[in-house]
């Protein structure tokens, strides 16, 4: 099993909060990424790194801001979490060094904004 | 750019039956490889298959085996003697040296 987990699980929340969705690794991956899922649909892009204070937005524009300060730990945060930000969150690593590594995939954390 | 296309929302097969998904992509990457992840219902994404883009051989892993052209742009999965634990959705994806795009996915259904 993958060492790569994600917190909370689930969350539900008002309108206007702030909230981090965490994400961590215990491979010593240099590349972390965050994608946002609908039910059943595809995963889109949302923010990468590729190491420690590097981080880059992916295809898909997301209000969303991350950071990258410690190799391990990549979270993602809502500064005024709003019912449009309701999806599923996924989180992956891979070891860098080429484009051959294979990614793991955190277990996601659906978040519900009311 | 990176872009992934998979044209089948949903396919079925029935079991121990044969069934390919298909995918297309795009890149601008020289140096990338392929790949098809496995989502099942409520659990992590996982591996299934990986090409190297300068193979010409096509990857195989047991049951599973890709159909890789280059000049097409096109990288289909073949799932032979189809299991009840097949059923998830399949993305397929391209990684260059920094990002890893998936394409839209592709529902599978096994027909016991």
């Known amino acids: 099993e993958a060492d790569i987990y994600q917190t909370p699980r689930y969350l539900v929340i008002g309108t206007g909060k702030k909230i981090t969705l965490e994400c961590s690794q215990t491979?010593?991956?240099?590349?972390m990424y965050w994608y946002q899922q609908d039910p059943g649909m595809e995963l889109h892009l949302i923010h990468y790194s590729y190491g420690v204070n590097s981080t880059e937005k992916g295809d898909l524009s997301s209000e969303s801001t991350v950071s990258r300060i410690r190799t391990e730990h990549f979270p993602l945060t809502l500064e005024s979490a709003r019912p449009s930000h309701t999806s599923q969150y996924l989180c992956?690593?891979?070891?860098?060094?080429?484009?051959?590594?294979?990614?793991?995939f955190g277990q996601g954390t659906r978040l519900t904004v009311v | 750019a990176q872009t992934v296309t998979q044209s089948q929302p949903e396919m079925s097969v029935q079991e121990a039956e044969t069934v390919t998904l298909s995918c297309t992509y795009d890149?601008?990457?020289?140096?990338?490889?392929l790949f098809w992840y496995k989502q099942p219902p409520s659990r992590q994404m996982i591996l299934v298959i990986r090409?190297?883009?300068?193979?010409?051989q096509n990857a195989t892993e047991n049951r599973f085996s890709v159909n890789f052209q280059k000049a097409a742009k096109s990288f289909s999965l073949k799932i032979s003697d189809s299991q009840l634990g097949d059923a998830a959705m399949y993305f397929c994806?391209?990684?260059?040296?920094?990002?890893?795009?998936f394409g839209q996915g592709t529902r599978l259904t096994i027909n016991p």
């Open positions: 491979m010593g991956h240099d590349k």
């Open positions: 994806a391209v990684q260059g040296a920094q990002k890893l795009v």
């Open positions: 890149t601008s990457e020289s140096d990338y490889y």
């Open positions: 992956a690593s891979r070891q860098g060094g080429g484009s051959h590594t294979e990614a793991f």
């Open positions: 090409q190297e883009a300068y193979k010409q």
